[in-house]
């Protein structure tokens, strides 16, 4: 069986045990167990399925753009400002169901575009992004920090519910709306598989072989800023996959981008969705926050991972 059809069943396998898991209780009227199910637990398994593949698409992407394997989403501030944006609007009393991801998503485009407009006056290189967005995600950091300081008791739980991460808050027409975008936006980063592989023998030699590389590098991180404010607009902050999913991918199906890719989406889609279904079943009825569980989990096996490679791709 090809890997990547192993790991698209294993994806939608773990999709049914977490909606058989998730099925209302007995007692229930058909009619409401029903509503339950399609308005409630589908959209929750559904929005977990697509921040992981998001989350780990681009985490490949960009560690691929990077060269670097410890490079994730939210170092270019995309997750900083999303977190910034959302924050100052429940500080401010204007938040609503459409209100709150709006904000998110804009503020972390807008993270991006400052990231991007700073590398660009330093000479706009791989390294000049980065080490913008490090700076930006420290600014953002710290006005979210003053802004929870000086918020009341429902603003700072309110914040920092969202902030921790959850997939409890589905909206199904965002949802939909960004599974529909999911195919054209995976299919466009896939396109650049390629000049991804050719990116990984060095700027120079890219040059050299007829790649347009500002057009390039502006391409690829606008695609994965999108795909990221999406995700984190409707979630809030899910740290991990995007790091975690890649290496594991990397593991199945090896380092060249066009297999890599798709790899790394199903791998997100799985950990995301088994996430949350421990989030919602190892301290029930209680729940964690889905962000928490992944570090907890994310972390020691990344390290795992790290101490057991010799050398890094």
Known sequence: MPRHLALAIFTLLSAAISLH???????????????????????????????????????????????NPLVEPGLLGISAGAGLAAVLVLA??????WMLPLAAAGGALLALGLVLALARRVGGAAENLLLAGIA?????????NLLLSLSDNTTLRSASFWLLGSF??????????????????????????????????????????????????????WLCAILVALAIAQAGSIGFIGLLGPHLARRVVG??????????????????????????????????????LTALLGAPLFLFLFLRQRSWP
């Open 168 to 221: 409890t808050l589905a909206q199904t027409p965002l949802l939909y709306t960004s599974l529909a975008l999911l195919p054209l936006l995976v299919w466009a980063l896939w396109r650049r598989a390629a000049a991804l592989d050719v990116w990984a023998l060095g700027e120079a030699e890219a040059r050299h072989l007829g790649l347009d590389v500002p057009r390039f590098r502006r391409e690829l991180v």
């Open 92 to 97: 401010l009393g204007v938040s609503s169901l």
């Open 136 to 144: 930006i995600n420290a600014l953002a950091g710290a006005l979210v």
């Open 21 to 67: 898991w998730a099925l209302p209780g007995a007692g229930l009227e058909p009619g409401v167990a029903s509503e339950i199910f399609w308005q409630l637990r589908l959209p929750r398994v559904l929005l977990a399925g697509f921040c992981g593949a998001a989350l780990a698409l681009c985490g490949a992407v960009l560690q691929g753009f990077f060269r």
């Open 255 to 292: 380092h060249a981008h066009a297999r890599l890719l798709p790899a790394a989406l199903w791998m997100g889609a799985a950990l995301a969705i088994w996430a949350d279904l421990l989030a919602r079943s190892l301290i029930a009825p209680l729940e964690l926050p889905v962000g928490v």
